[in-house]
């Protein structure tokens, strides 16, 4: 297991992390992807725990904030001790149907940590996300919220999920004007079916030294291949999130084909040692239902891709350019050349 540093903290976790929205029952949609009890949770966290992951990420709204609770008493039942484990979960997204019940506003994301920290049976949580971009609040007051928790111990570092990179820059802007915290992390989706983070988000990342969480990295179970077989069973038969280019990314799955067969693997290893070759990434949430899932998962750590197989799977994957991308990336080639390779690009040599 790698431990990589999260943003400007100074805290390293596991290039691997626990994702707990599985754990407990959702209702509707998102049902399929839940289900996982507190005895199926603890076999989770200790087999993961064993393995090296330090790293847990849950929200408010997951299962209800069953999940919360089950990653607390699960913690505790097995004896693994709070300083040993990097606690994130997440707030925003509406918690009832009130319309002060969801938001980033004071109000709101102060009623949520405290229910937070209390389901998880913790005086602190590590990392704070906000689990998307509230139109109706402005950055001004959430990182004046976030700040104050962070100041008052709840909170040690605070993150974003889901917002665009306009929204993380302005934020970042914001922070350093107010002299308050600043954001840490970005959890995001981000696999071998949906590139389209490269864009803008990997670029802020990479320029402001944020951490990358990277959701979905199996596309919802996609890149594991069994919707090939069967379509009538699994979490996208109920919701197709994310979306998924299908007939983009069977080219995809036929890529990753002889590459899994060349390193006689499974498919999720070689989509997850992918997402471990790409440097923007800090740490890839796993959505793990039984514990041998989450061995499948684990033989990614030991994948090393050859330059051969990034290439597979780079011209298999890579999405097509939009403007202004591909018109900065003409504008700017010259340049590019220069810093990387200390010579005047040809035309001008």
Same mark, same amino acid.
Not at 10 to 31: D, I, K, N, R
Not at 62 to 71: D, P, R
Not at 157 to 179: C, D, F, M
Not at 206 to 220: F, K, M, R
């Given at each position: 297991?790698?431990?990589?540093?999260?943003?400007?903290?100074?805290?390293?976790?596991?290039?691997?992390?626990?994702?707990?929205?599985?754990?407990?029952?959702?209702?509707?949609?998102?049902?399929?992807?839940?289900?996982?009890?507190?005895?199926?949770?603890?076999?989770?966290?200790?087999?993961?725990?064993?393995?090296?992951?330090?790293?847990?990420?849950?929200?408010?709204?997951?299962?209800?904030?069953?999940?919360?609770?089950?990653?607390?008493?699960?913690?505790?039942?097995?004896?693994?001790?709070?300083?040993?484990?990097?606690?994130?979960?997440?707030?925003?997204?509406?918690?009832?149907?009130?319309?002060?019940?969801?938001?980033?506003?004071?109000?709101?994301?102060?009623?949520?940590?405290?229910?937070?920290?209390?389901?998880?049976?913790?005086?602190?949580?590590?990392?704070?996300?906000?689990?998307?971009?509230?139109?109706?609040?402005?950055?001004?007051?959430?990182?004046?919220?976030?700040?104050?928790?962070?100041?008052?111990?709840?909170?040690?570092?605070?993150?974003?999920?889901?917002?665009?990179?306009?929204?993380?820059?302005?934020?970042?802007?914001?922070?350093?004007?107010?002299?308050?915290?600043?954001?840490?992390?970005?959890?995001?989706?981000?696999?071998?079916? +949906? %590139?389209?983070?490269?864009?803008?988000?990997? $670029? &802020?990342? @990479?320029?402001?030294?944020? !951490?990358? =969480?990277?959701?979905?990295?199996?596309?919802?179970?996609?890149?594991?291949?069994?919707?090939?077989?069967?379509?009538?069973? +699994? %979490?996208?038969?109920?919701?197709?999130?994310? $979306? &998924?280019? @299908?007939?983009?990314?069977? !080219?995809? =799955?036929?890529?990753?084909?002889?590459?899994?067969?060349?390193?006689?693997?499974?498919?999720?290893?070689?989509?997850?040692?992918?997402?471990?070759?790409?440097?923007?990434?800090?740490?890839?949430?796993?959505?793990?239902?039984?514990?041998?899932?989450?061995?499948?998962?684990?033989?990614?750590?030991?994948?090393?891709?050859?330059?051969?197989?990034?290439?597979?799977?780079?011209?298999?994957?890579?999405?097509?350019?939009?403007?202004?991308?591909?018109?900065?990336?003409?504008?700017?080639?010259?340049?590019?050349?220069?810093?990387?390779?200390?010579?005047?690009?040809?035309?001008?040599?």
């Amino acid at each position: 297991m790698r431990y990589n540093l999260l943003g400007n903290t100074g805290l390293f976790v596991s290039e691997l992390c626990l994702g707990t929205m599985t754990f407990g029952h959702s209702p509707g949609q998102y049902a399929a992807a839940s289900g996982v009890t507190q005895d199926q949770a603890e076999a989770i966290i200790r087999r993961g725990f064993d393995a090296g992951i330090n790293f847990i990420d849950t929200a408010n709204v997951y299962a209800g904030g069953q999940s919360e609770e089950m990653v607390g008493q699960a913690l505790k039942s097995l004896g693994i001790a709070r300083h040993q484990v990097v606690l994130a979960t997440k707030a925003e997204h509406a918690t009832g149907s009130g319309p002060n019940d969801g938001g980033a506003s004071r109000y709101h994301l102060l009623n949520e940590v405290k229910a937070s920290l209390k389901r998880l049976g913790t005086d602190h949580i590590d990392l704070y996300q906000l689990h998307g971009w509230d139109p109706a609040t402005p950055v001004e007051a959430t990182i004046r919220a976030l700040d104050d928790m962070v100041r008052q111990g709840l909170v040690r570092y605070v993150g974003v999920s889901n917002w665009a990179a306009w929204q993380i820059a302005k934020a970042l802007g914001t922070a350093e004007r107010l002299h308050a915290e600043r954001f840490q992390s970005v959890q995001a989706y981000y696999s071998l079916a +949906g %590139r389209d983070l490269e864009r803008e988000v990997v $670029p &802020v990342v @990479e320029a402001e030294n944020l !951490g990358l =969480l990277v959701y979905s990295p199996l596309a919802g179970g996609y890149l594991t291949g069994k919707y090939r077989e069967n379509k009538s069973e +699994g %979490r996208r038969t109920t919701v197709q999130f994310p $979306p &998924v280019d @299908e007939q983009k990314s069977a !080219g995809v =799955l036929a890529a990753m084909d002889g590459i899994a067969q060349a390193h006689n693997t499974s498919l999720a290893a070689v989509a997850l040692a992918w997402l471990r070759h790409q440097p923007a990434v800090t740490s890839i949430i796993l959505g793990i239902k039984q514990p041998a899932q989450l061995d499948d998962n684990l033989k990614a750590t030991e994948l090393t891709l050859t330059s051969d197989d990034l290439q597979t799977l780079d011209a298999a994957s890579t999405p097509a350019p939009e403007y202004p991308g591909w018109m900065l990336a003409h504008g700017s080639a010259a340049r590019q050349h220069l810093l990387i390779s200390g010579q005047l690009a040809p035309q001008y040599g």
